[in-house]
């Protein structure tokens, strides 16, 4: 696993942009690189080993023990191997407390977070494009 400081934001915007769902709104590589450039951003990524390509990647914004993701994907041809499971277990490992937003639609983000201990703490009303309901989910230590 290498640092995402050391891929491009066009690699992120990339995978975003093949993200299908209603709810999705891609986030531009412009974006990206001023997300990755504030100083309590990090991310990181799992390249495929053979052609150096990213094929997940996590964006989390850090505080002291607490941690939110701002965004977490695993191409579609790479899912399903527990590559994001290891992403997050590096925060979960690092840090005491994390929270995110999931679109209440989203059966397999949300299976995923509860596999890997996360609970509702919340409700956002038409929170995605105005249309759609997300949770906040919350891990603790
Ligand atoms: C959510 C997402 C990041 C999971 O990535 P992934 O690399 O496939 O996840 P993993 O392989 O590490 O899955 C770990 C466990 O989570 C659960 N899980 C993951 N995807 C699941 C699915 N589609 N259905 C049911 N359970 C699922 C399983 O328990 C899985 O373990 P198992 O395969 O041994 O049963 C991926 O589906 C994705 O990129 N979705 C689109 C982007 C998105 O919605 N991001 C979340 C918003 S921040």
């Given at each position: 696993m290498k640092n995402?400081?050391?891929?491009?934001?066009?690699d992120l915007a990339h995978i975003h942009s093949?993200?299908?769902?209603?709810w999705e709104v891609?986030?531009?590589?412009?974006?990206?690189?001023?997300?990755?450039s504030?100083?309590?951003?990090?991310?990181?990524g799992v390249f495929e080993a053979h052609s150096?390509?990213?094929?997940s990647f996590i964006l989390y914004q850090a505080q002291?023990?607490?941690?939110?993701?701002?965004?977490?994907?695993?191409?579609?041809?790479?899912?399903?191997?527990?590559?994001?499971?290891?992403?997050?277990?590096?925060?979960q490992e690092n840090y005491?407390?994390?929270?995110?937003?999931?679109?209440?639609?989203?059966a397999e983000a949300l299976q995923f977070y509860d596999h890997l201990g996360f609970v509702k703490i919340a409700h956002r009303e038409k929170y995605y494009k105005n249309t759609f309901h997300a949770f906040v989910l919350e891990w603790r230590r």
């Open positions: 995402l400081t050391h891929a491009h934001a066009e093949l993200i299908e769902a209603p891609p986030w531009s590589c412009q974006s990206y690189a001023e997300l990755l504030q100083a309590s951003v990090y991310g990181r150096d390509s990213l094929v002291e023990t607490e941690v939110e993701i701002l965004y977490l994907a695993t191409l579609l041809s790479h899912r399903r191997q527990g590559i994001a499971r290891n992403l997050l277990r590096f925060l005491a407390r994390i929270v995110l937003d999931v679109c209440e639609e989203n």
